[in-house]
C-alpha cells in the first residue's frame, strides 16, 4: 500500500541535541511538507520542497533544517538552536503544489526536550 | 496573505445529533477548500474538497459547499457518531504570490465530542 511513512513514533531530547526525523513516502509525489503541530494551534509550516535537491522555508523554519536528496525522502533535523521544540511533526505529501492537490499526511512523530 | 477562520471547540455533541463546523477564509483569487479530519494520535486525511464556487464536497456522510458569496465551507453532518470524534480542520489553498507556491492554510482546529 502507497502511504508516507515517519520515524520514531515518539522522540526523547536532552536540551543541546541535535534530533533527525525521518519521512518517506511511496507515492511518487513531487512535493513534501513538514508541518508542527501546538495544541490550539493548529498546522505550521517549517519546511516544503516541490523538487529533488531543493527546497524553501515556511514560516518557521529557524532552528530546523531538511535535506531533499532522494524523491521519496524527506528529513527533518531539529537543531539545538530551535527554543521550544517540544511538539508534533506532522510530514506530508502531495503530487505537485498546486491548488486542487490534497496532502497526504503521515502518522506524526512526537518529540519531547528533557 | 489567505487566513482560515475556524469556530472554537470543542464542539460536545451527542450521537445522532446534527453538527455543523463553521468555516470562513480570506483569500485572493479563487482558492480549492478542504476538510481534513485528524484522529487521536494521528496524522491528518482528507475529508473532502471543493475546487469551485458552489462546488459540494461530500464523504462519510459529512458535506460541506463552496459558498464564494459568504466565503464560507461549512463542515454539516446529519447524524454524527462517536466514531466521529476528532479535530476537524478547515484548509484552503490558492494562487501564490507571483514566483511563489501554492503551499496550503491551515484553520486552527475544532474538536469534536461525540456521547453515546
Known amino acids: 500500500d502507497g502511504g508516507i511513512t515517519q520515524s520514531p513514533k515518539y522522540l526523547f531530547r536532552k536540551e543541546g541535541q541535535n534530533v533527525t526525523l525521518s519521512c518517506e513516502q511511496n507515492?511518487?509525489?513531487?512535493?513534501m511538507y513538514w508541518y508542527r503541530q501546538d495544541p490550539g494551534q493548529g498546522l505550521r509550516l517549517i519546511y516544503y520542497s516541490q523538487i529533488v535537491n531543493d527546497f524553501q522555508k515556511g514560516d518557521i523554519a529557524e532552528g530546523y533544517s531538511v535535506s531533499r536528496e532522494k524523491k521519496e525522502s524527506f528529513p527533518l533535523t531539529v537543531t539545538s538552536a530551535q527554543k521550544n521544540p517540544t511538539a508534533f511533526y506532522l510530514c506530508?505529501?502531495?503530487?505537485?503544489?498546486?491548488?486542487?492537490?490534497?496532502?497526504?499526511f503521515g502518522p506524526g512523530t512526537r518529540l519531547t526536550v528533557l | 496573505g489567505d487566513s482560515v477562520t475556524q469556530m472554537e471547540g470543542p464542539v460536545t455533541l451527542s450521537e445522532e445529533a446534527f453538527l455543523t463546523i463553521n468555516c470562513t477564509y480570506t483569500a485572493t483569487g479563487y482558492p480549492s477548500l478542504f476538510w481534513y479530519v485528524q484522529y487521536p494520535g494521528e496524522g491528518l486525511q482528507l475529508l473532502l474538497k471543493a475546487t469551485k464556487a458552489d462546488d459540494k464536497g461530500s464523504n462519510k456522510g459529512f458535506e460541506a459547499t463552496y459558498r464564494k458569496e459568504t466565503t464560507s465551507f461549512h463542515l454539516e453532518k446529519g447524524s454524527v457518531q462517536v466514531s466521529d470524534s476528532a479535530v476537524y480542520f478547515c484548509a484552503l489553498s490558492g494562487p501564490p504570490p507571483t514566483g511563489g507556491s501554492y503551499i496550503p492554510t491551515f484553520g486552527r482546529g475544532t474538536s469534536l465530542i461525540v456521547h453515546p
Open positions: 507515492l511518487n509525489h513531487d512535493a
Open positions: 506530508a505529501s502531495s503530487i505537485i503544489a498546486s491548488s486542487t492537490d490534497t496532502q497526504y
